[in-house]
């Protein structure tokens, strides 16, 4: 079986939520999955869950989750191109079956990494490797080449009354 | 803390995958969780991966995974008002702090449910109770009703090239 290319873009909740939720029928399926974050640091309530497919499940985090309020700056680029590293490895060395990019969008979109990146490393992948690409702004070229993109479109949002982000909820 | 009800609607990819991720974070955070799914029947990878949770996690299913492709009977009405009882004991029995309709607006898109049966359930619940409804074709009352309500739109998918579902992506 191929793999695919999907992207999930857009200014909605519900896109890193989905690639959980694609992580759990891939871990459900047999399947081993690296995930691997952008931009975020720490331990949300998702990893504290996901710990128990840790025979089948590598997460990595690969930020600060500071810049969001500022602008990046070297250290996060540093983090970044770490990242893309650790990710050409995971995708060529035929471990694994799904691989998740979360946030992967922004950083593209910030510089951190570039959309040649991102294609060069579709293309390298090997061949069975499902890769998920999330986060707002989907590079042009990104969505030209993915197999499925599904934009998350706000439609209306607890946050614009006032409500922060929630244990178990949002992180 | 108050909980919020929260609709994933359109025609893309990423609804029922979202309301699992969101279930992860959940449980993360030391939730119980009750994901009822109307019309699907059956089991998903996803199931066999959330029985690692079943301490923290109670999930039904109450459909035929059939009519989808003809007309609704009087049999999948009676599972869905089936359903639609035990998640109202859910949500009233101040046992669970989320609680998933996944495919309820389909259910009442069909009218085997009625939108006005899911108003209720949305006053009558527990104060802290966060709901979590899925589905294509969100009636216009609920997205009113809803505190945050988020549209994947299907931008492209592979379906569209004849690619139908696989294990460990789509079931």
Redesign the interface.
């Known amino acids: ?1 191929n793999g ?1 290319v ?1 992207v ?1 873009t ?1 200014n ?11 992580t ?8 081993q999955v690296f995930f691997a974050q952008f931009l975020k640091a720490g331990e ?7 710990a ?2 840790s025979d089948n499940l590598t997460i990595k985090t690969y930020g600060r989750n500071v810049f969001i309020r500022g602008e990046p700056n070297d250290e996060d680029r540093r983090l970044a191109q770490a990242a893309y590293k650790e990710i050409v490895e995971a995708v060529t060395s035929g471990r694994y ?2 691989v998740v990019l979360d946030e992967a969008n922004v950083a593209v979109h910030y510089d951190l990494i570039t959309v040649d990146q991102i294609l060069d490393l579709i293309e390298r992948r090997a061949g069975d490797v ?1 890769l998920v690409i999330t986060g707002r702004y989907a590079h042009p070229r990104l ?1 030209d080449r ?13 946050y614009d ?1 006032g ?1 922060t982000a ?6």
């Not at 909605?12 to 694609?22: D, H, V, Y």
């Not at 759990?24 to 399947?31: D, M």
């Not at 949300?44 to 996901?50: D, R, V």
């Open positions: 079986m695919y999907q999930y857009g909605g909740k519900g896109k890193t939520t989905a690639a959980i939720g694609l759990i029928r891939a871990l459900g399926a047999g399947w949300y309530s998702e990893h504290k869950a996901l128990r497919f079956r799904l499902e969505i993915a197999d499925l993109v599904t934009e998350m479109q706000d439609v209306k949002h607890y009354k409500i929630r244990v178990g909820v949002e992180k």
